[in-house]
């Protein structure tokens, strides 16, 4: 099944496209967290959403979830590891799976997580954001993950049936549901080193010497996330449309620069929107 129109991301700018795109008729799919946006949630009174003033976070949020329930729009979970531009359509990768849509809008947010230091330069060189993708390199090789969320503990579990050591360095606080075979080492990561491919991962305390390093990160930076995708000033490149720089790819919101506003990321989800339905019209 090829959608008209797959969004990814789920706060003010991607639910904004999901709903003008479900509203002419366009058969969508949004990838992001049933949660919703957790910046929303966060803030303790808004008064700049127009038609909504002094309401916090949460409330705002809830009204959000209950316009897209009404309008039957649901939040698929599975976290996108790569999208490649296909011609007249898009291969969206999702672990072992693939979706293809005609359209995309991404709507991704902003990236918090820096990367460290060697880390973007040893990218595709025993550098990694999804250990499942690229789980077959590895067989009988020793694996660090560093992981920031829990869902980093199923790729961990994922790649210990074949690799033959792995680490896990968790950036979060929790109990830890990994393969008792996995080392958890808490520490803080520094450096990625290497020749030509990475071999070592520098922590505060240790260092580790290893096969492959995988950053399992809430969101990835665009430009890994779309090969081929302009970024400028670690902002997707977009005009007045919200189209980027690859026929038939949109974006929104804070992942196109600043202001980081609610009302700001709407308008533009609905642009973004707007533009797809007719880029596909015309096709």
Avoid: W
């Avoid at 009302?263 to 989800?269: D, F, L, M, Q, V």
């Amino acid at each position: 099944m090829r959608y008209d129109v797959a969004i990814i991301g789920s706060g003010p700018g991607g639910l904004s496209a999901a709903i003008n795109a479900k509203i002419r008729n366009k058969n969508i799919i949004v990838f992001g967290n049933s949660n919703l946006s957790e910046k929303v949630v966060k803030a303790p009174k808004i008064n700049n959403y127009l038609g909504f003033y002094d309401i916090n976070g949460e409330n705002l949020k809830n009204m959000f979830k209950s316009h897209i329930d009404k309008m039957g729009i649901e939040i698929n979970e599975e976290r996108v590891n790569n999208v490649y531009a296909m011609g007249d359509y898009f291969s969206i990768m999702v672990n072992e799976k693939m979706y293809e849509a005609s359209t995309v809008i991404l709507a991704t947010g902003v990236e918090y997580t820096k990367p460290i230091k060697g880390e973007e330069e040893f990218v595709g060189k025993g550098v990694g954001y999804c250990a499942t993708c690229d789980a077959s390199l590895y067989k009988g090789k020793k694996v660090a993950i560093v992981g920031y969320n829990s869902e980093a503990e199923e790729e961990a579990n994922f790649l210990m049936e074949i690799a033959s050591k792995v680490y896990y360095i968790p950036m979060y606080k929790n109990e830890y549901d990994v393969d008792e075979n996995i080392e958890i080492i808490k520490d803080i990561p520094i450096e990625v080193q290497g020749d030509t491919k990475a071999n070592k991962l520098v922590l505060r305390n240790t260092d580790l010497d290893v096969d492959g390093i995988f950053f399992i990160k809430n969101s990835i930076s665009p430009k890994y996330l779309v090969p081929g995708l302009e970024v400028e000033d670690g902002h997707i490149k977009v005009d007045r449309n919200m189209k980027t720089n690859i026929n038939g790819c949109f974006a929104a919101g804070d992942c196109v620069g600043k202001p980081y506003q609610y009302i700001k990321a709407a308008g533009e989800g609905q642009v973004a929107a707007l533009n797809a339905v007719s880029y596909l019209d015309k096709k």
